[in-house]
């Protein structure tokens, strides 16, 4: 082999072990900002990850909804008819935030796989429904849930 040709392939294993590295590391920081979807069934049937980042979508359930002792905080049950999860959130709510509404939440899992929210979003309108509270909403009519007018009798 010539020294030109040793040149050239030494240049072109740099090149690529420069670009997997590079590849690597831009996967790595993106990964770190990633959000997962998931709705409370398969919430309990997942390995949650305490460190990453999720968004849980679907019903409150009546009755579930209640303040902490710091008045800020907020705890309530989000379902899709077949399970359920638990939600805590420190801030104010929405204004249409209610029960029997959609909602999607996103934060945190904890080790009893109650999400710390750091966001809780619900519809504005009568003729709009997120994408992932609207597929969680038709997962709770294919189980039979009561539906009326938008809105889930649990």
Known sequence: MSPTQKRR????????VGITV??????????SSIEYFLTPSEVQTEVINPAQ???VAGIVKKGSVER????????????????????????????LFREGQAIISA???RSDKTLVASQVLAKHDENYVPKE???????????KCELSEGKVEI
Do not use: S
């Open 133 to 143: 509270a609207a597929e969680a909403m038709m997962q709770a009519q294919a189980n």
């Open 107 to 109: 934060g945190k899992f």
């Open 22 to 31: 590079t590849t690597f590391l831009a996967l790595k920081a993106m990964n």
């Open 68 to 95: 902490l002792e710091d008045d800020v905080t907020q705890r309530f049950v989000v379902t899709d008819c077949e399970e359920e999860v638990t939600i805590q959130y420190t801030g104010i709510l929405p204004d």
């Open 53 to 55: 980042q999720y968004k």
């Open 9 to 16: 392939l030494t240049t072109v294993a740099l090149l690529l």
